[in-house]
């Protein structure tokens, strides 16, 4: 059974940072891309960024560009995703996902940029 389980979410100042983990279970992690999404109140869910199974492939969102890195630890099945310069527009709750034959997503960690 696909399980992917965020953690990492909290309340940060502006221009703080965060690091967000998505552990994964279930699949052989390594042969997937990943990817982050996030969802901000009133809005629709969209991506962030994305890496592939090995982690030689990133892309990422304009909005996130320069300020957030997706990284992956394949011998630990987790993902992550470090967020530097935070800003107000960054609150949201933060989503792994992955397509093992089926779209998964974990259950969201927030994250609340705020002074």
């Known amino acids: 059974q696909v399980q992917l389980v965020e953690s990492g979410g909290g309340l940060i100042q502006p221009g703080g940072s965060l690091t967000l983990s998505c552990a994964a279970s279930g699949f052989t992690f390594s042969n997937y891309a990943i990817d982050w999404y996030r969802q901000a109140p009133g809005k629709e869910r969209e991506f962030i960024a994305s890496?592939?199974?090995?982690?030689?492939?990133?892309s990422y969102a304009d909005s996130v560009k320069g300020r957030f890195t997706i990284s992956r630890d394949n011998a630990k099945n987790t993902l992550y995703l470090q967020m530097n310069s935070l800003k107000p527009e960054d609150t949201a709750v933060y989503y792994c996902?992955?397509?093992?034959?089926?779209?998964?997503w974990g259950q969201g960690t927030r994250v609340t940029v705020s002074s």
């Open positions: 996902h992955a397509w093992v034959a089926a779209s998964y």
């Open positions: 890496i592939s199974g090995v982690g030689r492939t990133r």
